[in-house]
């Protein structure tokens, strides 16, 4: 895959233009061009140098890279100063400069002649001295022709290689409004008399440039985001060195960073690079990357991102991803990827902006033919004719779909929404089906523990003590749950621990002096130890069928009791699986997991559709089930969405119409994926469907526009309507119009930025004051207790403020909340 930087494109017709002689090329299988950027990407096996030639061959120039930057691997990634409008100055000094030769000329004109404003004696004595007047007329509009020579020069040079483009409507609209008027001229020094449109000629190119100039600063405006993204990237960073056996900091270009290297982050700090925490222990604002406005608790062994604000604490960080390959230059890569691509709906304006300026040339030939065969003057002819070449606009065609889609992505990159191409951020809006994943997408990929349950004159904190012990030693995920619940309990020693593969764990404890066997396991290896009772094997069942994996305990011959451990369903799960089917979607679980942990998770989540016990490689066949159901419906443009995290997900994610990585997922599932969501919340599905229906809603406007701007201005133009109702077009209007066409197009697609998150409003904060909190493992044990109440969707503990701050989508009552946090050990102050 290669990229170029694009020279001399001015509208639609030059992108359909240079495409045209690109895919021509043999070996080359796409090719995608940009108006918006003036960039091209091109796939396939063809040298740099050919594709030049042939961009050259019609007109145009390019540049292998230009102003791009090649990233990792061949994902290219445009740099700041690519963004940069660099005509936006040279466009003003144009258009001031016109302006101040303009304004005597239109009052020598118009003034004059119109309105019978005053003249130098000069040319009014002793008789009007016409000719000089149109002298005057002629100069001034000859030296605004020449600081717009850009116009003609483009656009005799697109007639040539007969590609012609907007700029040759331009040039040829206002070089015959000038020649005409020079002939006129000539006519007047024998004695004739004639129309003259001196000031028409100038004020067409004027009134352009002034629309380019708008249409510049606005489409400057939809890369925003992508700038703000790149300015985010932290340009120094403090580098951790030993010198003379203690740790200095220096501060060094983040350039300078290896992985391995030791950085420190002070409070008020962006992190440099990509790494996880070595010491310390703060709150980190993420919202540059997830688009999340509240601070997550980092410490010892917590990831970490570049162009991150450490905000409290002190931070020891390690590197583990540098330069191109951090998160943040990966959303960046994403993208600007996503703007040189184009989205299907985009083919329809490529197909007309092929033909268009030729066919408008055509017309303007056609109606001055006409007008001169009805018997009007040369003079009312050639205005008819003129108009129609100024008032028609392919830029506005050329620009109806690319804006839009980098807004759109500049938005979506604001939420924490990754759309690859332009293709997947309007197919994500047509979907019909959304497939979901269970595990780390519905729940949140880690098991919890959900329930204590002590046997008959044991207490909770003794049993959750010895499993603990027990389980400290293995690397099991449910034996992390396990420790994570006894955060700040003293752990027992054990001695000869042994892991037993499918049924539990076994060590041995001292008991005064005495070393008693403590075993841990399945209900089914507890029973083959030890005989337990009925009362035990109905609690198992029941923990089994709310889908939990319940973990039994004996010390000796004592049974302990039973703690449950389940994947919990993400807070916001159930919210968004109702929201998407509001808007209609068909929602569907697809997992591997068995058939009544599915529906029991299912039923927390609010969907009725599970489809269960899929092995990783058959869910690509159920996919390919649901995209033949929907063909067979009649639906031709309803999309298959699925959403993923983990590797057996990849070929279901490849094979949907649009596949959905979930942020917390694998780098495989992302890879496979066509959207990326930054953040793991299930929410952002809704986001990006939601702004991908507006996007392309926003395009239909903008196409609507442009093409019934032609279909009425041309006609209009042309004088079509002038033996009904007299209306005609002056060449100066139709300039005008033609310079605000554009520049409402790119407006339009700017009304995106106003896109505001629905799931947003439903959020809810609060904060409380809390005592006893003395570190981060008090912070994480407040987090958790406070978690598990119901509506509560996020709690962030801060110790040295003697705060937590809960967002919640349903407020418990400040009676649950104090006993969630008395229970967990701390003082609960309002």
Not at 200 to 216: D, H, R
Not at 421 to 442: F, H, M, P, Q, Y
Not at 507 to 527: M, N, P, R
């Amino acid at each position: 895959m290669g990229k170029y930087s694009v020279t001399g494109m001015s509208c639609a017709a030059c992108v359909a233009r240079v495409e045209k002689a690109v895919k021509a090329l043999p070996g080359v299988d796409s090719c995608a061009v940009s108006l918006l950027t003036h960039s091209m990407q091109v796939d396939g096996s063809v040298s740099s140098s050919d594709v030049i030639s042939a961009v050259e061959k019609v007109g145009y120039g390019a540049t292998p890279a230009g102003d791009f930057v090649q990233g990792k691997g061949t994902t290219p990634v445009l740099s700041a100063a690519s963004l940069e409008n660099k005509e936006i100055p040279l466009l003003k000094r144009r258009v001031i400069a016109s302006l101040i030769f303009l304004v005597p000329l239109l009052y020598f004109s118009m003034g004059h002649m119109m309105f019978d404003l005053p003249l130098p004696r000069w040319f009014m004595e002793p008789l009007p001295n016409t000719v000089a007047i149109a002298l005057v007329q002629m100069t001034l509009a000859g030296i605004i022709l020449v600081i717009h020579q850009k116009f003609f020069v483009n656009g005799f040079k697109g007639i040539l290689h007969r590609a012609p483009n907007m700029d040759s409507l331009v040039a040829l609209g206002a070089g015959v409004s000038y020649l005409y008027s020079l002939a006129v001229l000539f006519q007047m020094t024998r004695g004739g008399e004639g129309a003259y449109f001196f000031e028409g000629a100038a004020t067409i190119v004027t009134l352009i440039a002034v629309g380019k100039l708008l249409e510049a600063i606005s489409k400057g405006r939809t890369t925003n985001a992508l700038k703000g993204l790149m300015d985010l990237a932290p340009k120094t960073a403090r580098l951790v060195v030993t010198q003379n056996g203690r740790e200095v900091e220096r501060i060094v270009a983040v350039e300078q960073l290896k992985v391995g290297d030791v950085f420190a982050v002070r409070p008020g700090d962006s992190i440099p690079v990509d790494g996880f925490v070595l010491e310390g222990c703060s709150a980190v604002n993420e919202s540059a990357l997830t688009g999340e406005s509240i601070p997550v608790d980092k410490t010892v062994d917590d990831r970490v991102s570049a162009a991150t604000i450490n905000r409290s604490g002190f931070l020891k960080c390690k590197a583990t991803r540098v330069g191109e390959d951090t998160t943040l230059s990966k959303i960046i890569q994403m993208v600007s990827a996503s703007a040189a691509t184009k989205a299907p709906i985009s083919k329809i304006a490529d197909q007309v902006a092929g033909f268009f300026v030729p066919v408008v040339i055509l017309i303007a030939v056609v109606t001055i033919g006409v007008w001169i065969l009805v018997g009007a003057d040369v003079g009312f002819a050639l205005a008819r004719g003129i108009a129609v070449l100024v008032i028609s606009c392919p830029c506005a065609l050329g620009l109806a779909t690319p804006v839009a889609i980098m807004v759109g992505n500049g938005v979506g990159a604001k939420h924490g929404i990754l759309f690859k191409t332009s293709a997947a951020l309007e197919t994500a809006g047509r979907s019909e089906i959304v497939v979901l994943d269970k595990t780390g997408t519905i729940t949140r990929g880690e098991p919890e523990v959900t329930k204590i349950l002590p046997a008959e004159g044991v207490l909770e904190e003794e049993l959750l003590k010895l499993a603990a012990s027990l389980e400290s030693r293995s690397e099991h995920p449910l034996a992390k749950a396990i420790m994570a619940k006894a955060v700040n309990v003293d752990l027992c020693e054990v001695s000869e621990f042994t892991a037993l593969p499918g049924n539990g764990l076994s060590a041995k404890i001292s008991v005064d002096g005495k070393k008693e066997l403590l075993i841990g396991g399945s209900h089914k290896f507890i029973g083959s130890q030890v005989a337990l009772s009925k009362d035990v094997d109905l609690q198992v069942e029941s923990l089994s069928n709310a889908g939990a994996t319940p973990l039994l305990f004996v010390q000796g011959k004592r049974f302990l009791g039973i703690i449950a451990v389940a994947d919990q369903v993400k807070p916001d799960s159930a919210t968004a699986v109702s929201e998407l089917r509001q808007m209609g979607l068909r929602v569907v679980m697809l997992t591997g997991d068995n058939l009544r942990t599915a529906q029991t998770i299912a039923k927390t989540a609010g969907i009725d559709e599970v489809i269960a016990d899929v092995l990783s490689n058959e869910k690509e066949a159920v996919i390919q089930r649901l995209q033949a159901e929907l063909a067979e419906s009649g639906k031709k443009n309803a999309k298959v969405a699925m959403v993923g995290d983990g590797i057996n997900d990849a070929p279901a994610l490849t094979r949907a119409d649009v596949g959905i990585a979930i942020g917390a997922g694998t780098d495989v599932a992302m890879d496979a994926a066509d959207v990326v969501l930054v953040k793991s919340s299930l929410c952002d599905v809704v986001t990006a469907i939601r702004l991908s229906r507006k996007t392309i809603r926003n395009i239909h406007e903008n196409l609507f526009w442009a093409f019934i701007y032609n279909v009425i201005g041309i006609p209009l133009a042309a004088g079509c309507y002038y033996h009904f109702f007299g209306w005609t077009l002056n060449a100066t209007f139709a300039a005008l119009a033609m310079s605000l066409s554009s520049f409402c197009v790119v407006t339009n697609a700017l009304r995106l930025n106003f896109f505001k998150n629905p799931e947003a409003k439903r959020a809810n904060f609060r904060t409380f004051k809390v005592e006893g909190m003395m570190c981060s493992h008090c912070e994480a044990h407040v987090k958790q207790a406070l978690e598990t109440l119901p509506g509560i969707l996020l709690a962030t503990a801060n110790h040295k403020k003697k705060s937590v701050e809960i967002e919640f989508s349903e407020m418990p009552s400040d009676a649950d909340i104090e006993a969630a946090i008395t229970k967990a050990g701390y003082v609960f102050k309002g």
